[in-house]
T-cell receptor, first 110, second 117 residues
Framework: QKEVEQNSGPLSVPEGAIASLNCTYS??????FFWYRQYSGKSPELIMS????GDKEDGRFTAQLNKASQYVSLLIRDSQPSDSATYLC??????????FGSGTRLQVQP | GAVVSQHPSWVICKSGTSVKIECRSL??????MFWYRQFPKQSLMLMAT?????????EQGVEKDKFLINHASLTLSTLTVTSAHPEDSSFYIC?????????????FGPGTRLTVL
């Protein structure tokens, strides 16, 4: 079982819609959770971090964490074509290095 | 704030040569830096954790004698790929954490694309 799992996609949504990205992790001791956006040929860019159960909102982005279900999600409201990228879920199991999922490719159709 | 730079951004070299990649935190001190590698259409894989003033910790399967890491100061870590071969061609990305010992956020450098001919 992979430590961090994501659906590779592509996830295709129309412009203006809500995009929902999901991630599960296997290590119950995981403490910190991150969503990164990566454009082709570029390095990851931090979007959100979340440490406790519940929702965390930042602009059009909402991260949701459920430690009991070992599940993290990212919602993108009012999706824009510029949001088209690969979204990486990353987990810190306590040793500060990040374990990444394989990423979900999001396509926002204009 | 929290800017991390890498140099060079890309490099092409002949098989058998060594390549040094620099990672700098420009506006903060990073006691720990991390080196990742990303092959095409794959996710980032951690290679090693670099702590200032001490030896790096390598992930299983990463040859420490091939990938030399030096963390000489709180703002600079270097990765040297020794005797590079075509299979070492990849996107190398460093990251730096702002705080030691606390849940912190890692900020990534722009990456270095290495092509070994």
């Amino acid at each position: 079982q992979k430590e961090v799992e994501q659906n590779s996609g592509p996830l295709s949504v129309p412009e203006g819609a809500i995009a929902s990205l999901n991630c599960t992790y296997s290590d119950r001791g995981s403490q910190s959770f991150f969503w990164y956006r990566q454009y082709s040929g570029k390095s990851p860019e931090l979007i959100m971090s979340i440490y406790s159960n519940g929702d965390k909102e930042d602009g059009r982005f909402t991260a949701q964490l459920n430690k009991a279900s070992q599940y993290v999600s990212l919602l993108i409201r009012d999706s824009q074509p510029s949001d088209s990228a690969t979204y990486l879920c990353a987990v810190d199991t306590g040793r500060r290095a990040l374990t990444f999922g394989s990423g979900t490719r999001l396509q926002v159709q204009p | 704030g929290a800017v991390v730079s890498q140099h060079p951004s890309w490099v092409i070299c002949k098989s058998g040569t060594s390549v040094k990649i620099e990672c700098r935190s420009l506006d903060f001190q990073a006691t720990t830096m991390f080196w990742y590698r990303q092959f095409p259409k794959q996710s980032l894989m951690l290679m090693a954790t670099s702590n200032e003033g001490s030896k790096a910790t390598y992930e299983q399967g990463v040859e420490k004698d091939k990938f030399l890491i030096n963390h000489a100061s709180l703002t600079l870590s270097t990765l040297t790929v020794t005797s590079a071969h075509p299979e070492d061609s990849s996107f190398y990305i460093c990251s730096a954490g702002r705080l030691a010992g606390a849940p912190d956020t890692q900020y990534f450098g722009p990456g270095t694309r290495l092509t070994v001919l």
